[in-house]
Every structure is written in structure tokens, then in C-alpha cells.
């Protein structure tokens, strides 16, 4: 039976771990195909921020370029060329940061002379400019540059100058990507790196922030560019990981709690094959039992009926037998009803006063003829001094019996019981002591389990119901005391009945 129930557990802890595996499976390919279509819209919708983005930003440098310089165009062509009025401009256009007029002949006009080694920056720029530049009449074209900003403008003099301007950074930062980038909604980190790679600005920090992209800020500043990261946490890759993590998590718990189902349902499963064995064995037990003093009743009623006993001391005698088969067969029944009603939840006890010792000595009565006929040497003590104590006398007295057969039963060759009852503070202690066979110390916890049995030799040799002991602890308990036992193998056993002196 027992390799039935390990078979019948591996087929199921297979039947469910394997389709569990199946979705384990399905669901982590479904996340990694998640994750990548994920991230792909993550890198779309970022790449449409970018670029909206930089357009803004681009078109607010125009405007800002377009205005500055149509300002600076009408002031020359009506001829307020002077540095006061051109100090006044700049001054004006918090966006530039330096101005610079130079002439078609590389002579600086406005102001006197380079201001901070802007020469090394703006005169390069300034010659770069294509010759072409110079023949276009009144129309201007601006060309955009890191740092430097080129137009070409014309004077009241219709000869043509070249803008040279430099723009503020810090202004820059405040007064056109904070405006412009700070108001746009995105779950991302929006920033503007300039041609070195550094972040000029950021809606925040980019400390352990991932980068997701970078497009080209535009013509206004063609050397800088708009990036997007993913702030710490939540790029696809880490919503991913989390929700793996999750995953996981619930899957190994669902396992454990499907194993735990597996455990349990297999140990229900061995209990209930081993109670039912347990409960086959008990009939054939009780049948045993039942049948022995039956045939012993049979054998001396048939001897008796038949004449063939003429002495009348040997008729006693063998009325006195039939008596106590017959007292043992009706203790026999009483402990199978007894526990009929137990497990029924019929069982009722009336406690009443009850003196010890004429319960002791009935009980020993019960047994005399197969302590006298099997050879036990029985002692008996019962303190002088013992109050009568509440008790159901039946109950108790089965209890007692109960135990005195278990150590008739179990009895090695040294046949010696001793039964004593003792006041131990307020409560009584009646004990039954044999020198028999004995209980392992790790049996001590199930010999009052009902249906079984200690798994020795020695024991599962001799018949017995095995709800005895299991009655035993019934009846004590329900008169508010409890059944101790000390026993060693080899070294006999001693059960003890604790009894309140006093009803609770």
C-alpha cells in the first residue's frame, strides 16, 4: 500500500508541477516579448518627445535670434550706429552675452577692439563666411554655430557688416530651455547636452538615470543635442525585471503552497490507509477477544451440563471461571461501547463521592482467576488517609481495569503488579506497576492514540483492540485529570490516573 500511495504521489506532484512549468514558461516568453515591444514604444514615444523638444527649442532661438537681429538691423540702417546705442541693444538682449560688427575688409567696427581673447573665437568665424555671403543685397542669412552667431546686415551706407554674437548660456538655460522644456509632460528626464557632451540643462537629476536617446537640437544650435533618460527604476528593461521578480515570486509561491497541498494530502492519505488498517485490526482483535472467554464459557457450561464434574469443590471452581469470562467478556464490550460513545460524543460521567480502596480491590477482584492461574504476584497499597474523591466509580474502575489487563497482557516472566493509591498534594494518584516488556520513550506520546499499537515484537504478538489506553485518557480527562506513564523496554511500565480530590 505504501508504494500504491508514493506512485499515486509522484503521478500527481507530476500532474500539477508540469502544466505549472507550462506557464512558467508561457509567461516568461510573454514577458521577454513584452519587454521588447515595450521597449520599442518606450524608444518611439521618447524619440517623439526628443524631437518636439528640440523644435520648440529651436523655434524659440529663432525668434529670439529674429527679433535681436531685425532690432539691430533697423538701428543700422537708420544709422544709430554709435556704441551707446549699441551698448543700449545689447544690453536690452539679455541672450547675448557679446556683439561684435565687423566690415568686408575684416576691420572691427563695433566695439573698439576684442574684449577676453574673443578674437581667437570670432575672427575664424568671421573669414569662414562664403564670399557669396556679402553680394546678397538686403537679405540677411544667419548662420548658427557653437558659440558663435553670424549675420550679415547692411548700414545706412548700404555696405555690409557682419553681426557677430555670442549667446548667454545662463540666460540661455533659464529664460529658453526652462520654459520651453520645463512645461512639457513626460514621464522622462528631458535634457540639453552641448557639443562637449555636458548637460547644460535637465528637468532633473540624471544621477543613476538611464539614457535613453538624442536627437540634434537643430539649426539654431546645431552642435547640441535633446536627450531623454529613463529616470532610475523605469525603463522597460527594470519594469520587466520587477514584474520577473513578481512573477517568480508568486510561482515559487504557488509551488510551495501546491507542494504543501501534495504533503498534507499524502499524510491524509497514509493516516487514513493506516487508520483503516488499524480499524480491520481492531475487529479482529475484538473478535479474538470476544471469542476466547466465549469458548472458555462454552467449554466449562458443556463440562458441567454433561455431569462428567462429580466433585463439588471442582464445580465451584468451575462456576467461579464462567463468572469471570464472563465479567471479562462484559468488560470486553463495555470498553467497545464505551468507545462507541465516545467517538459519538454520548459519553456522560456522573461524579459522586467514592471511596479508593474498595475500587481497587473490586477491580483486582475481576482478575483474581487469571492472576492465580498465570502466576502473578500482586501487591497492594493504598494510603490510610485517602478522602473519599469524586468520581464515576464505573468509569474509573473500567479505566483501572483497563490497565491492570494491559499488565497482565504484557507481562514478561518476572509477574509481579503492584497497584498503590497515594495522596500527592490535592490529588490522587493511582498508579498500576509491572515489570514486563516495556515502551520506548518514543512511544510514550501515541500508546493513547486510538487503534494503536507499539510497533514491537513483543507487544504485536499478544491480541488487544487498542482502544483500551485511548479510553483510559478519555475518562481521565473528563474528570479533570490526566494519565502519565514511565516505561523503559525491558524495564517494565507504570501508568498513573491523576484525580482531583475536589470537583471542579
Known amino acids: 500500500m505504501g508504494s500504491a500511495t508514493a506512485r499515486l504521489s509522484a503521478l500527481a506532484l507530476i500532474g500539477i ?27 518611439e514615444q521618447a524619440r517623439d518627445v526628443a524631437v518636439m523638444a528640440a523644435q520648440k527649442v529651436d523655434m524659440m532661438l529663432r525668434l529670439a535670434d ?25 544690453d536690452e538682449a539679455p541672450l547675448v552675452r557679446r556683439l561684435y560688427l565687423v566690415d568686408r575688409g575684416g576691420r572691427l567696427r563695433y566695439p573698439s577692439a576684442w574684449r577676453e581673447g574673443d578674437a581667437t573665437v570670432f575672427e575664424p568665424a568671421v573669414r569662414a563666411l562664403p564670399a557669396g555671403a556679402w553680394e546678397r543685397g538686403s537679405k540677411r542669412r544667419v548662420v548658427a554655430g557653437t558659440p558663435v552667431c553670424l549675420a550679415v546686415l547692411w548700414t545706412a551706407r548700404r555696405e555690409p557688416v557682419v ?7 545662463e540666460t540661455l538655460r533659464r529664460d529658453v530651455l526652462e520654459s520651453s522644456l520645463g512645461s ?7 535634457a540639453v547636452l552641448d557639443a562637449a557632451g555636458g548637460a547644460v540643462y535637465s528637468r532633473a537629476p540624471l544621477e543613476r538615470a538611464e539614457r535613453v536617446l538624442a536627437v540634434d537640437l537643430g539649426e539654431a544650435l ?3 543635442r535633446v536627450a531623454v533618460y529613463a529616470p532610475p527604476g523605469t525603463a522597460p528593461r527594470d519594469v520587466v525585471r520587477r514584474q520577473v521578480m513578481m512573477f517568480t515570486g508568486a510561482f515559487a509561491g504557488l509551488l510551495l503552497m501546491l507542494g504543501a497541498g501534495i504533503v498534507l494530502c499524502w499524510r491524509l492519505l497514509r493516516r487514513e490507509t493506516e487508520m483503516a488498517r488499524l480499524k480491520s485490526d481492531f475487529v479482529a482483535n475484538v473478535s479474538h477477544d470476544l471469542k476466547t472467554p466465549l469458548s472458555v464459557i462454552r467449554m466449562f457450561g458443556e463440562t458441567l451440563e454433561l455431569g462428567r464434574v462429580p466433585d463439588e469443590a471442582r464445580r465451584r471452581e468451575y462456576y467461579r471461571v464462567i463468572t ?19 467517538e459519538g460524543g454520548r459519553r456522560r460521567y456522573e461524579l459522586v463521592p467514592t471511596p479508593v480502596e474498595p475500587l481497587v480491590r473490586d477491580t483486582l477482584e475481576a482478575f483474581a482467576y487469571p492472576l492465580e492461574q498465570q502466576g502473578f504476584k500482586v501487591e497492594v497499597h493504598v494510603a490510610t488517609d485517602l478522602p473519599e474523591v469524586p468520581m464515576d466509580a464505573d468509569a474509573i474502575g473500567q479505566a483501572l481495569a483497563n490497565l491492570v489487563d494491559n499488565a497482565v497482557k504484557y507481562s514478561g516472566t518476572e509477574r509481579v503488579i503492584v497497584l498503590d493509591a497515594r495522596r500527592e498534594g490535592e ?49 481521565v480527562r ?9 516505561s523503559a523496554p525491558g524495564r517494565g511500565s507504570r501508568f498513573t490516573l491523576w484525580l482531583p480530590l475536589r470537583e471542579r
Do not use: C, M
Request: charged share 25%; hydrophobic share 40%; no cysteine.
Open 427 to 475: 490529588r490522587l494518584a493511582l498508579s498500576v506497576t509491572d515489570r514486563g516488556v516495556g515502551i520506548p520513550p518514543s512511544e510514550h506520546g501515541r500508546i493513547f492514540e486510538k487503534f494503536y499499537r507499539v510497533g514491537q515484537s513483543e507487544t504485536q504478538g499478544r491480541r488487544g483492540s487498542g482502544v483500551g489506553l485511548a479510553l483510559v485518557r478519555h475518562v
Open 184 to 190: 512639457l509632460e513626460s514621464p522622462t528626464i528631458l
Open 66 to 90: 529674429e527679433a535681436f537681429l531685425d532690432r539691430l538691423q533697423t538701428q543700422l540702417a537708420a544709422g544709430d550706429d554709435s556704441p551707446a546705442a549699441l551698448d543700449r541693444l545689447v
Open 222 to 224: 546645431p552642435d547640441w
Open 17 to 43: 508541477a508540469a502544466p505549472a512549468v507550462v506557464v512558467a514558461a508561457l509567461g516568461y516568453v510573454s514577458l521577454r516579448h513584452w519587454q521588447s515591444s515595450a521597449e520599442l514604444l518606450f524608444r
Open 324 to 342: 469471570r469470562e464472563s465479567e471479562r467478556l462484559t468488560r470486553l464490550i463495555d470498553n467497545v461501547l464505551d468507545f462507541s460513545r465516545i
Open 163 to 169: 553681426a557677430a554674437y555670442a549667446r548667454d548660456v
Open 478 to 486: 473528563a474528570h479533570g485529570g490526566e494519565v502519565t506513564v514511565q
